[in-house]
Each structure stands twice: as C-alpha cells, then as structure tokens.
C-alpha cells in the first residue's frame, strides 16, 4: 500500500440542524452519505486518512439534551453527546458517584485531546479499544437516541456489534448516555496497558467494578469488563460468576481472572501478540479484582468502626 506522505482532508459540507427532527430527517435522506459528529476527534482523522467518505458532515453538538450534564440520587447520571471528557473528569458529581468513569477519561490521549473528545463519541466509534465503553458498561448505562421514528432508549449491553458495528440506524443521533445510580458501596478500578504510559490506544484493558450484595452467595456482585481483545469490548460473564457464588479469596479471583482470559478472542497484531494479550488479561484482571476486592474490604473495616 502506498503510504500518503502530506494526507488532507477531502471536501465536505458542514450542516448545522436546529432540531432533532431536522438532523434524523437530514441523516435518513443522506444515508451513506453523511453522518453525525460531535468532537470529530475519530471522524476527521478518519477522514483525512481515506478511511471515512462523507460528502455532509453534520455537527449535532448544539442539539436539545447535548449539552446537560445532571445528576439526581433517583435518576443516576445524564451526560450530553457534546459533554467532552475534560468536563466529565471536572464535574464533583461524576467524581463523587462515578469516579471509574472519570478514572477512564483521563485515560485517553492528552488533555487537549479531551477537551474535544467525548464519551458518546468513543461509544458511537465502537473501537474495541474504547477506554470510557467499560465504565459505561459497567455502570449498565444506555443511550438516548432519537432516530426516524422519534425517542428510544438503547441498553449498552447490546449495542456493539463488531469493530465500528452498532445498532445504530440510518438517521439515529445519540442525545446522550444514561448511568442509573451507582450500586451502594461500589468501588471501581480501571486498568489500561498501552505501548507508552500516556496517550496510547491499549493493548489490553480491563475494567472492574465490585460492591456488597447480599443475595449473592459470596456477599459481592462484581463487573469484569475487557476492551481491545475480542470484537467489541465484552463483560466476563463467567469469571463474574465465580465471584458472586464462592467466597472471594485469592483462589476465587485468580480463576475468575483465568476465565476471563479464556473468554477472550484477541488478535495478533502490531501493539500485541494474541498470546501475550491472553496473558495480560490474566495478569490485569488479577490486578484490578485485588484492588477492588482491597478498596470493598477497607469500606467494611471503616463501616464497622462507625
Ligand atoms: C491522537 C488521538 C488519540 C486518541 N486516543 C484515544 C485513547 O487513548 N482512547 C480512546 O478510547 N480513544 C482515543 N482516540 C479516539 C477518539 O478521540 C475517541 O474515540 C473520542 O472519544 C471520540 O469522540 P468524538 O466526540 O471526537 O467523536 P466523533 O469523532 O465526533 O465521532 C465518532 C463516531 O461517532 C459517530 N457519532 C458522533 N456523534 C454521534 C451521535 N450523536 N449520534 C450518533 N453517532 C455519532 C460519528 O459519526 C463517528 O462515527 C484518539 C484519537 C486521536 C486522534
């Protein structure tokens, strides 16, 4: 392949809509040939690379709901598509509730980076590699979407379907993400390895979350979620299993965390080898469950004294 030493950016047309209605009505008439942007920190990129066409791009930034960020104890959390990462990682509220999410943020790319990019972004791109698609799963978020036949809710459980693959349709534009309250006591811990400490896409990254449940067997629930080694970043079902039915002990977390390197499907490829992300996911998750399972502890200890 010949590599393009000065690569530009292709002629576009900028579309701004006033409304909702006006931008799904625009998207669905074009389809194929435009698509949605906030940050534009993936689609320009892309586009300057050859590997995004779009003759219409359209800036849904200024949309209703785009830019709300709010938080009620009921409700949970609400974060506008055009809410970039910086002003999540700076809100008290994300940081009081949901620190795994801001943990997350920070850890894409630089600063100037995150005061472009966003979370519905990362989330739309559907990279398996996404760093904020773990803590969004985690906290079992969903997506506000309005599309050709009005409002809908979509569970980020089942929205990726493969690598730039999700659910959305021909005139679907993201409002925004939804994280319904934190389970009590929650403690979270996200774990990235890339070639280089900062702004690197990772090789491996899990993200895991654990808090008290009495009605599992164990006394926790914990979420196990593994990015940049299968398709689409996925939850570790079984190795969650382990950790709700037997008591959590050393042994109960080193199997949990070779289960979830079984249920990995990575790929060889310039940033890791198939086998050493196997091993990186053992290693992470081991990782990453102490840690929590330490945090879970200490909250205990501390409840008890008081
Ligand atoms: C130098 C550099 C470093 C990076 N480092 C990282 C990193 O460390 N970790 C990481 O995860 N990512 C990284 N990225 C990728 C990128 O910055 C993130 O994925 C970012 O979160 C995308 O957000 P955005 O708002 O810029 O999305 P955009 O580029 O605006 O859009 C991304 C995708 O979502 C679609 N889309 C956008 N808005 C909507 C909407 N409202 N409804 C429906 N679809 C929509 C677009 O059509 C496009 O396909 C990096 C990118 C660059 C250029």
Not at 10 to 37: C, K, N, Q, V
Not at 176 to 198: D, I
Not at 246 to 272: K, Q, W
């Amino acid at each position: 392949m010949a590599i393009n030493t000065h690569p530009t950016l292709p002629e576009f047309d900028y579309i701004r809509p006033e409304t909702l209605i006006e931008a799904s009505d625009f998207l669905m008439r074009h389809a194929g040939d435009a698509r949605p942007f906030l940050g534009g920190t993936d689609v320009f990129v892309r586009m300057r690379d050859g590997l995004l066409t779009s003759k219409f791009l359209v800036d849904v930034k200024s949309l209703p709901g785009m830019n709300d960020l709010t938080y009620n104890p009921q409700e949970g959390l609400i974060i506008g598509g055009a809410i970039n990462m910086n002003r999540v990682i700076a809100s008290p509220e994300v940081q009081e509730h949901y620190p795994l999410l801001a943990d997350a943020c920070r850890s894409v790319a630089s600063y100037q980076l995150r005061s472009r990019a966003t979370i519905v972004g990362n989330i739309c791109n559907a990279s398996p590699a996404g760093d904020t698609i773990g803590a969004s799963l985690a906290f079992e978020g969903s997506l506000h979407i309005h599309g050709s036949d009005g409002m809908r809710w979509e569970p980020l459980a089942d929205f990726f379907l493969g690598p730039g693959k999700t659910r959305l349709k021909a005139g679907d534009i993201v409002i925004g993400l939804h994280l319904p309250p934190p389970p009590a006591g929650s403690k979270g811990v996200y774990l990235k390895l890339g070639r280089n400490k900062l702004s690197d896409l990772s090789i491996v990254a899990v993200t895991a979350l654990g808090y008290p449940e009495p009605a599992a067997r164990s006394g926790y629930r914990f979420r196990l979620i593994l990015a940049s080694v299968a398709p689409v970043p996925f939850v570790a079902k079984d190795a969650e299993a382990i950790l709700a039915n037997t008591p959590i002990t050393s042994d109960s977390i080193h199997e949990a965390a070779c289960l979830a390197a079984e249920a990995c499907t990575p790929i060889d490829d310039v940033r890791g080898s198939l086998r050493y992300r196997k091993q990186m996911v053992k290693n992470l998750s081991t990782k990453a469950l102490f840690q929590v399972w330490e945090n879970l502890k200490m909250l205990s200890m501390l409840d008890q004294r008081l």
